[in-house]
């Protein structure tokens, strides 16, 4: 069974601290995501990567950045945290290819107080 | 222009009834693939099922089937007889290529099973 874990379920943060987001799959998969999901508006893609330090940005980049140090590992990182990054982050990885899916973390749920 | 569009953003549905959640998209491109995913309270993701442009029989996937259009650019999922776990968040998603690296998903579907 392919497994998308991450770092924390739950996690309260405050405005201007720096925070980690840890992802990390089992499966060998060479793509890697992180969403942001708010209610009404569906999964936004904040970065992707297909490679060990490739990365692309998605539609909402700003105030994100990405680490892919390892091929089964991809962190998001919030420079100085924001209230408006409060949200539910999903994690997911998948085979290159086409016609795959992508397999989903749990997800962590970020406030930012 | 929104690559993926659910127009329904709730649904009701008596318990054992057949429902159908809608989906329409939009690509130029002649590959793609279309995932349907279900969100439970729980919050994690949980893959449904899958179509490819290619195929010409429409998928199924147990108690799901994917209703794929592909003139109308639609791929509605068919829930037969709905059970009370069938209550979730429901998601359309598309990625474009052979190997394109980006899904795109749409507002999602939230749907209600009545006893």
């Known amino acids: 069974d392919v497994k998308v874990t991450q770092s924390s379920r739950y996690l309260v943060k405050r405005t201007g601290e720096k925070v980690f987001l840890e992802c990390v799959q089992d499966?060998?998969?060479?793509?890697m995501f992180w969403y942001r999901q708010d209610p009404g508006l569906g999964l936004r893609l904040i970065y992707f990567s297909y490679d060990v330090k490739m990365k692309e940005k998605g539609d909402i980049p700003e105030g994100y950045s990405v680490s892919r140090e390892k091929k089964e590992r991809f962190s998001l990182i919030l420079e100085s945290a924001s209230t408006n990054q409060t949200s539910m982050y999903l994690c997911?990885?998948?085979?290159?290819?086409?016609?795959?899916?992508?397999?989903f973390g749990p997800g962590t749920r970020l406030t930012v107080l | 222009a929104q690559k993926i569009t659910q127009t329904q953003p709730g649904m009701f549905v008596q318990e054992k009834e057949a429902v159908t959640l809608d989906c329409t998209y939009d690509?130029?491109?002649?590959?793609?693939?279309l995932f349907w995913y279900k969100q439970p309270s729980s919050g994690e993701m949980i893959f449904l099922i899958y179509q490819g442009s290619y195929d010409e029989q429409n998928a199924t996937e147990g108690r799901y089937s994917l209703n794929f259009q592909k003139a109308r650019k639609s791929a509605n999922l068919v829930i037969s007889a709905s059970q009370l776990g069938d209550s979730a968040m429901y998601f359309c998603a598309m990625r474009e290529g052979l190997a394109g690296n980006q899904f795109y998903f749409g507002t999602g579907t939230s749907l209600t099973v009545i006893p």
């Open positions: 499966m060998d998969h060479e793509n």
């Open positions: 690509t130029s491109d002649q590959s793609y693939g």
């Open positions: 997911a990885s998948s085979y290159w290819l086409g016609g795959n899916e992508q397999f």
